[in-house]
């Protein structure tokens, strides 16, 4: 699979396109950059009132009609964090024209005109969101918000992460805070909306059995945006040396304790040092294969689940172990004990080759799905870099034991949290 073609249409839009005959469908994503600031409670709620319903479309059961009358498209939106910086993305899966019987269907052409219109042409009432749309997603996001607590293995991931970060944009929770959605209504989340269509730099994402020249043609001739002064999204901070190590400890009523310990990496996404670290973290607790499932899970029998996973875009890593709350310091003596074999080189063959095969079985899977391939490149854009995936496989493979052991070095301890019984 080859790289996607970039062309630069202007006005802080980026388009990108992947060719290829592997899909029967056609994949298009906009995705429109804002930094991770005090607005992004209204950032995760404005994607939310826009699939609500646009002009000609003003209900949701009028945009599944439609969506049924394109052969089963599939319209979505959504809300990310890519380090410190939260990317609105608006999404359509269509069938290629070529597949559709009889010819002469231009489904595609039909969704980039959809995109424009949910993106352009939201239904207001007195010049701003509509209010009733505004409170229902409002109730909806609180929900989303208060739920987390509900998964206490995710809630004690975010509440590691707040506390590790929390001088930092990193620690804002993707879906916002419930104190924020108290401050909105439909005037001044439009006005967030405005500023986001003129000044947020926007990429969008097209895989499919097209022309790059096609789709600049399409783009050019249906996305229609008052743009201005496009933002510059701050680079998010990544190195942070001298670090005091921190432990929190909260109580809740709960049966199984929740361990999480967060690192420093010291290590960009864009350094030649990433591979080893990604090898690194698989080697430490990727899968069945690693040093945690094996001495914390499997041997010591400490830990109902045990894994450590990297976040690129910040240089961090976690830790997170399910544990009987009188496990805690005896589990997380193994867990140190296994990231000092690692920086000690006790890495065996077995154990660094099930590691790669891993990464790159998981890498490899992300070329068979759109959606994937998409967020794949667009994390290319937010660390500014331009790597394939074949590229991305080639690095790890010959990624060696030593490489491993260096970089470990690197990873310093910053914070434990354990969230226990009351």
Do not use: W
């Amino acid at each position: 699979m080859g790289k996607f073609e970039k062309l630069n249409i202007g006005q802080g839009i980026n388009l990108y396109v992947l060719p290829t005959d592997k899909f029967k469908t056609v994949s298009i994503s906009y995705c429109f950059h804002r930094d991770l600031d005090e607005n992004y409670t209204y950032n995760a709620l404005i994607p939310a009132v826009m699939k609500r319903g646009c002009q000609g479309y003003e209900t949701i059961r009028d945009m599944e009609r439609y969506l049924e009358s394109q052969y089963g498209a599939i319209f979505d939106v959504g809300i990310q964090k890519k380090g410190e910086r939260h990317i609105l993305r608006f999404s359509m899966d269509v069938v290629n024209d070529n597949y559709i019987p009889h010819g002469g269907t231009a489904v595609v052409a039909q969704a980039f005109h959809f995109l424009n219109r949910v993106i352009t042409k939201p239904i207001l009432e007195e010049g701003v969101f509509k209010s009733e749309y505004v409170d229902q997603e409002k109730i909806n996001l609180r929900n989303r918000i208060e739920s987390l607590i509900n998964d206490k293995m995710s809630y004690s991931m975010e509440r590691c992460i707040q506390f590790m970060c929390q001088k930092e944009k990193y620690s804002r929770y993707v879906y916002g805070s419930v104190e924020d959605i108290d401050k909105i209504d439909n005037i001044n989340l439009y006005d967030v909306y405005n500023d986001i269509l003129t000044t947020s730099p926007l990429d969008i994402f097209v895989v499919g059995d097209i022309d790059s020249t096609k789709v600049q043609n399409l783009l050019e001739g249906t996305l229609k945006l008052d743009r201005g002064i496009i933002k510059k999204i701050p680079e998010t901070a990544i190195k942070k040396m001298g670090i005091e190590p921190k432990e929190y400890i909260e109580q809740m009523d709960i049966t199984q304790g929740k361990l999480n310990i967060g690192f420093r990496t010291n290590t960009s996404f864009t350094e030649e040092d990433y591979y080893p670290l990604v090898v690194c973290s698989s080697v430490l607790g990727g899968g069945p294969h690693s040093k945690l499932f094996m001495n914390v899970r499997e041997k010591a029998s400490l830990a109902y689940y045990a894994f450590s996973q990297l976040e690129k875009f910040k240089g961090l890593m976690f830790i997170g172990a399910g544990i009987d709350f009188d496990n805690y310091d005896r589990t997380f003596e193994i867990i140190n004990a296994q990231l000092e074999d690692i920086r000690n080189g006790i890495i065996s063959d077995k154990e660094l080759d099930a590691s790669k095969r891993s990464i790159i079985t998981a890498l490899k899977g992300i070329k068979d799905q759109p959606g994937q391939i998409i967020d794949y490149y667009l994390g290319n854009v937010v660390a500014n870099t331009d790597q394939s995936i074949d590229d991305f496989i080639d690095s790890i493979e010959k990624v060696d034991r030593d490489e491993v052991t260096r970089v470990s070095h690197k990873i310093k301890l910053d914070t434990i949290y354990f969230l226990r019984n009351q």
